[in-house]
């Protein structure tokens, strides 16, 4: 496909390993090889934040780290080894933090020209506490959004 008067040159997939961000970053790479363009993987880990379950004392500082720093490694290795990346510049990006915020402030450090993002990902409880990750960073995101079902 073409792009009549628009060549992205950074394009931002994000990724949290669901089928929907798998295929997101699929089609982020497409467009990257289509268009030489650098893409940027990232994945952010929302910490816990008080919770351990009933009678449950947190985890230590170090054991949360590595747990986290290992979940983030997981996601994104899965991503980029289903990728076709040849001939593309590919960066991958781990963040701690609210999702949503934490892309669009990347997208906005990068200057993005593309986010691409799956439509759902997160579980049930968490889109209704908190709402769609897709749907705010539809909403707010500094460059265009393309939505991949």
């Not at 990257?32 to 363009?37: L, V």
Request: hydrophobic share 45%; proline share 7%.
């Amino acid at each position: 496909m073409e792009w009549p008067g628009w060549s992205p040159d950074v394009v931002i997939a994000a990724t949290d390993g669901s089928d929907g961000s798998l295929r997101a970053a699929h089609v982020a790479a497409s467009i990257s090889q289509k268009n030489d363009s650098k893409l940027f993987i990232i994945t952010v880990v929302r910490p816990p934040e008080g919770w351990w379950g009933i009678g449950g004392a947190p985890p230590t500082a170090t054991a949360l780290a590595k747990a986290l720093d290992e979940a983030q490694h997981s996601v994104l290795d899965l991503t980029v080894k289903d990728l076709d990346t040849e001939g593309i510049d590919v960066q991958t990006v781990e963040e701690l933090g609210d999702p949503a915020a934490t892309i669009i402030g990347f997208c906005s450090e990068v200057d993005g020209d593309l986010l691409v993002i799956g439509r759902r990902g997160a579980g049930l409880i968490e889109r209704f506490v908190m709402g769609s990750v897709a749907d705010r960073l539809a909403h707010y995101a500094p460059c265009p959004v393309l939505m991949v079902p």
